[in-house]
């Protein structure tokens, strides 16, 4: 089992559409989340940190479910702009070396 | 914010040359850089952490006498693919902690290099 798992998709939504990716991590010691977001061939960029009493940013909204050890990412009022890659990333708590998620893409439509 | 760049971002080679990346911190000091591995569809994999002064420490199936890494400033880090083969096409991204950064597990991503070898 992968330590960190997306759904890849693509998600392919229409403008203004709200759109939640999910994510499940295998280590229960995990203590730090992130949603970083991949543009196609470049590098990732830190989108927003998840917390225990959910964040948002925003259209976004990160929460942590802890006992069913998975993460999730809302984004409201899709914009053509959000088309990427979103990555749900897990600091491995006992090296702090960061795991990443296979990606899950997103398409916004006109 | 902090600036990571590498150099170069892109980069085609024969089979049996060696390719050699930079990653530099430009506006902070990074003891620790790590070089990761992308290839098309998939995640970004660690391949190794790079302590500055110190050997590097590769990932479990990497191996280090093909990925030299060579850390000699607290600026820069290098990841040198040996004699590279046409497996080794991927896209290289290297990161950075800031040492004087508030947020300790925060990472500043270089832009990458994307390596094609014929």
């Known amino acids: 089992r992968k330590e960190v798992e997306q759904d890849p998709g693509p998600f392919n939504v229409p403008e203004g559409a709200t759109v939640a990716f999910n994510c499940t991590y295998s280590?229960?010691?995990?203590?730090?989340f992130f949603w970083y977001r991949q543009d196609c061939r470049k590098e990732p960029k830190l989108l927003m940190s998840v917390y225990s009493s959910g964040n948002e940013d925003g259209r976004f909204t990160a929460q942590l479910n802890r006992a069913s050890q998975y993460i999730s990412l809302l984004i409201r009022d899709s914009k053509l702009s959000d088309s990427a890659t979103y990555l749900c990333v897990v600091i491995q708590s006992n090296t702090g070396k960061l795991i990443f998620g296979q990606g899950t893409t997103l398409q916004v439509k006109p | 914010g902090a600036v990571v760049s590498q150099h170069p971002s892109w980069v085609i080679c024969k089979s049996g040359t060696s390719v050699k990346i930079e990653c530099r911190s430009l506006d902070f000091q990074a003891t620790t850089m790590f070089w990761y591995r992308q290839f098309p569809k998939q995640s970004l994999m660690l391949m190794a952490t790079?302590?500055?002064?110190?050997?590097?420490?590769?990932e479990q199936g990497v191996e280090k006498d093909k990925f030299l890494i060579n850390h000699a400033s607290l600026t820069l880090s290098t990841l040198t693919v040996t004699s590279a083969h046409p497996e080794d096409s991927s896209f290289y991204i290297c990161s950075a902690r800031d040492l004087g950064g508030t947020t300790y597990n925060e990472q500043f991503f270089g832009p990458g290099t994307r390596l094609t070898v014929l």
């Open positions: 790079s302590n500055e002064g110190s050997k590097a420490t590769y």
């Open positions: 280590n229960s010691a995990s203590q730090s």
